[in-house]
């Protein structure tokens, strides 16, 4: 529970959305189910949500914290190549952090010393889907990487103190769930000599805006 649901001291004021029916209204790379709803006047409504399974990504440091991992690829939205932290979908009866680790493997062809999961959030306000997201330390190239059909691209290493104005400028598909990491190791005590040297070179990050 968070901090914020522990403070709350008045009770939700409204009825609550009941769901009354679901269908599958499309199916292809990703699900769109086309939900009604009872609003708490009466007023019966439909949405669409995006279904599908969980994602999960990996903010991946070299040894020495020098670098971050990132994978180059075209991404048909925007319609260019964007730099994104490695990822990709969480498979079934898989735990996310080591779906992250498998992305960051099948991408990259890197291989992390120690890692550290810091959580997920919503995919999007109208989707179901839940974004999970590790620290990788220490992170060397292990083998060439495995890519699936209609998946091609390159590794880059961005330098870490280059990370806070990359985090900034936008083109980063999953920017906040990278922030959601930095924080979280921060605020944490990792007991790992890896993890506890790399949230020191974080800290460093976050301090610069003190």
Same mark, same amino acid.
């Given at each position: 529970m968070s901090s914020l649901e522990l403070s709350r001291l008045d009770p939700w004021p409204f009825e609550p959305?009941?769901?009354?029916?679901?269908?599958?209204?499309?199916?292809?790379?990703?699900?769109? %189910?086309?939900?009604?709803?009872? *609003?708490?006047?009466?007023?019966? #409504?439909?949405?669409?949500?995006?279904?599908? &399974?969980?994602?999960?990504?990996?903010?991946?440091?070299?040894p020495a914290g020098t670098h971050v991992v990132l994978f180059e690829q075209f991404r048909v939205g925007p319609a260019k190549t964007l730099c994104e932290l490695p990822?990709?979908?969480? %498979?079934?009866?898989?735990? &996310? *952090? @080591? +779906?992250?680790?498998?992305?960051?493997?099948?991408?990259?062809?890197?291989? +992390?010393? !120690?890692?550290?999961?810091?959580?997920? *959030?919503?995919? +999007?306000? %109208? #989707?179901?889907?839940?974004?999970?997201?590790?620290?990788? +330390?220490?992170?060397?190239?292990? #083998?060439? &990487?495995?890519?699936?059909? !209609?998946?091609?691209?390159?590794?880059? @290493?961005l330098p870490t103190k280059e990370l806070i104005d990359f985090l900034r400028n936008g083109e980063l598909t999953d920017a906040g769930l990278a922030c959601r990491a930095l924080v979280s190791l921060a605020s944490s005590t990792p007991q790992d000599p890896a993890l506890a040297k790399l949230r020191e070179t974080i800290c460093g990050l976050l301090w610069a805006f003190r």
């Open positions: 959305w009941r769901r009354i029916g679901s269908r599958t209204a499309y199916t292809g790379f990703v699900t769109v %189910n086309r939900d009604t709803y009872k *609003e708490p006047d009466g007023t019966v #409504s439909d949405w669409d949500i995006i279904a599908g &399974p969980d994602s999960a990504a990996a903010l991946a440091f070299t990822g990709g979908y969480v %498979n079934d009866d898989e735990q &996310p *952090e @080591l +779906a992250a680790k498998r992305e960051l493997k099948e991408e990259t062809g890197y291989e +992390a010393a !120690s890692v550290y999961y810091a959580g997920s *959030e919503w995919c +999007a306000a %109208n #989707s179901s889907r839940r974004k999970h997201i590790i620290i990788a +330390a220490e992170a060397r190239p292990a #083998s060439d &990487p495995s890519w699936d059909s !209609s998946e091609m691209g390159r590794v880059q @290493l």
